[in-house]
């Protein structure tokens, strides 16, 4: 059984930053693509940023030079480093794993933290 345990979550003020972490257990840790998805109230699931087993990252462009995603497979743990925090960046935040890296149907979801923003 796989599971991704996120935690880091919390309330900040704009412009402050958090490192969110994502525990992996329960499979190969590197053969799955690792991502980070936000999901705000009424709003859809996003992607925030992708790291693809060969390293390739990718990042959606409202976290463009404020977030960076990275990967201890010491540790099988996942980050995100979220600098000068936004309202906008209020949400849900999730990682999960994917085998074929589409990213259609995720294999793996972890539960979420919350990270709130306030200006």
């Known amino acids: 059984q796989v599971h991704l345990k996120e935690s880091g979550g919390g309330s900040v003020q704009a412009g402050g930053a958090l490192t969110l972490s994502c525990a992996a257990s329960?499979?190969?840790?590197?053969?799955?693509?690792m991502a980070w998805f936000r999901q705000a109230p009424g709003k859809e699931r996003e992607g925030v940023a992708t790291m693809h087993t060969d390293g390739t990252i990718t990042y959606a462009d409202s976290v463009k030079g404020r977030f960076t995603i990275s990967r201890d497979s010491t540790k099988d743990t996942l980050y995100l480093q979220m600098n000068d925090l936004k309202p906008e960046d209020t949400a849900m935040y999730y990682c999960?794993?994917?085998?074929?890296?589409?990213?259609?149907?995720?294999?793996?979801w972890g539960q979420g933290t919350q990270v709130t923003v306030s200006s």
């Open positions: 999960a794993a994917d085998y074929s890296g589409l990213w259609l149907n995720p294999d793996y």
């Open positions: 329960g499979y190969f840790y590197a053969s799955y693509f």
